[in-house]
């Protein structure tokens, strides 16, 4: 397994591309299902999430062509709607292709996602969307068998905001007979992404980016050609790396109208940033203040960038409390940074962090994709040197990151652990 090696300690400085959104683009190429003529997909990032989901729509009988940050798809002739439990267990973003699949063809098997490292992670408002759209939907040895012979449009409320539950069931609508409401909607701005490309396809939806979402169905969707929104959580990631480094970085290629709440909690912590025309500059206006936060829905804190501030929190001038509100297990970095010098108590799904005022270099795991980033954020700030172990987390989400961190003056660099002395 690859290992990623850091020497700490220098600010960050200089200039990077963000790269296209992961989870604007999973959702995006499994709206290639719901049309039989060709779609283009721009600005996909090349990651192992983006290469997983592609092999599962290849299999399913999807044609697949890919070039650099663009796929081109046709799901012209699907024989086999089946996403295997193999495919399905490395990435549980897999779940997109059940509204598509059940909406186009009447009928999927899709294998149950199972948990993760940081939570159980049920879809069950995934299945009883699609059952109040008249699915017939059993549980067969781990496997969604979904059946409909046309789903009809529902209103359709939704206990709990999920991204990817109001994704599946938008897709699923846009090909129901009748019109769908989906209230309690996630507002994420990858869901305002998602229905954007598929108004490009014909579909006919508003409200999108409210809690408030209406389909209209219509017979059949076209292809299209949708670029994919710059990723905000990489976007995040760097400006919090910059940030705890004391650097000063700008950003091009990305949007600054799709994580205010980022960037005030960076302002609260005694950075300057500026916002430009596709770009962000951030740098330090002096000492770290670290920021408590509270995850929530958008537009509120994203729980994606909760581990990394706190590695910067870690170093930060006082003691500074990260509440959890999403998930119940997304502290998994904790003890890793606990092993780099961070003095970090957990109550419950709060982190109490007392700021020290250096973290020294050491071996420590990734668990998750967000935890990864949160120990690279660590291994840059740390004295000495860093290792962090099992980075194929990191490589699900993050485009290129050591070449990234090294065009902004880092020291680090990828071995495979068969190279540790
Ligand atoms: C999406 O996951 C993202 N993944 C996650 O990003 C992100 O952390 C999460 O949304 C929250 O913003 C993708 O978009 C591919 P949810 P998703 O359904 O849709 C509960 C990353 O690091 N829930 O919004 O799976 C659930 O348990 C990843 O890039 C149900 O109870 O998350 C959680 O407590 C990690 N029943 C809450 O809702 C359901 O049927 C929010 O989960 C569905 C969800």
Known sequence: MDQLVIAGGKPLAGEI??????????????????????????NVPDLRDVGTLLRLLGSMGVTVERGVHRVTLCAESVGNPVASYDLVKTMRASILVLGPLLARFGHARVSLPGGCAIGERPVDLHIKGLQAMGARIDIDHGYI???????????IFMDTVTVTGTENLMMAATLAEGVTVLENAAREPEVVDLAECLIGMGARIRGHGSDVVTIEGVSRLEGTQHAVMPDRIETGTFLVAAAATGGN???????????????DKLEEANAIVERGQGEIRIRMRGPNHGVSLRTSPYPAFPTDMQAQFMAMNAVAQGTT??????FENRFMHVQELRRLGANIEVEGNAAIIRGVSKLEGATVMATDLRASASLVIAG?????????DRIYHLDRGYEKI???LSCLGAAIYRRSDGDAE
């Open 145 to 155: 068998v979904a059946e409909a012979a046309r789903l009809k449009g529902a209103r």
């Open 321 to 326: 409390v990260v509440t959890e509100t999403i």
């Open 402 to 404: 050591e070449q990234k």
């Open 17 to 42: 591309e963000v790269s296209g959104a992961k989870n604007a683009a999973l959702p995006i190429l499994c709206a290639g299902l719901l049309t039989a003529q060709p779609v283009v997909f721009d």
């Open 380 to 388: 840059l700030i740390a004295q000495g040197e860093t290792v962090v």
């Open 249 to 263: 970085v700008r950003l091009v290629g990305t949007r600054d109208d799709t994580l205010d709440a980022v960037l």
